[in-house]
């Protein structure tokens, strides 16, 4: 698999992790059923989870350097197949506060609310994008 195929896997991977973050927070949150009370403090949990992401960013960015190093060496792939799995992690993690959202629609968490935790998750997701440099 050459560099361009990996960088569309990896752009594929980021629309389908943006997808994800968005579409259960939008459709649970039509659905008008209500399990309980309990949205605040499910806000709360999506605003501390935004800081899980902080070490999986730094794990991000050591790959990131390692992979443009291995560049034209007979390590590059490897070093491609790293960053997917680290980058696949970040964004499992960076998607919590927009689950949480839509668990929260469930259980009387407010329209803004769930639109600042989910906005929370697509800014992270913009962080782990692949840059220009690994061509």
């Given amino acids: 698999m050459n560099r361009a195929a990996v960088r569309r896997q990896l752009a594929r991977e980021g ?6 973050m968005v579409l259960p927070a939008l459709l649970l949150g039509r659905t008008g059923l209500q399990l309980g009370n309990g949205g605040l403090l499910l806000f709360a949990a999506g605003l501390a ?4 992401s902080l070490p999986a960013f730094t794990r ?6 390692a992979t443009e190093q291995a560049l034209g060496c007979e390590t590059e792939f490897d070093a491609w197949a790293h960053l997917r799995r680290v980058r696949r992690r ?3 993690i ?3 506060p927009a ?6 629609a469930l259980f009387g968490m407010e329209p803004v609310a769930r639109l600042l935790l989910v906005l929370g998750s697509l800014t ?12």
């Fill in 124 to 135: 992270l997701l913009v962080l782990y994008r692949i840059p220009r440099q690994l061509r």
């Fill in 60 to 65: 991000f960015k050591h790959a990131l350097i």
């Fill in 15 to 20: 629309w389908l992790h943006a997808a994800l």
């Fill in 49 to 52: 989870s935004l800081f899980f």
């Fill in 94 to 96: 960076a998607s919590l």
């Fill in 99 to 104: 689950w949480l959202a839509a668990v929260g």
């Fill in 90 to 92: 970040a964004l499992l």
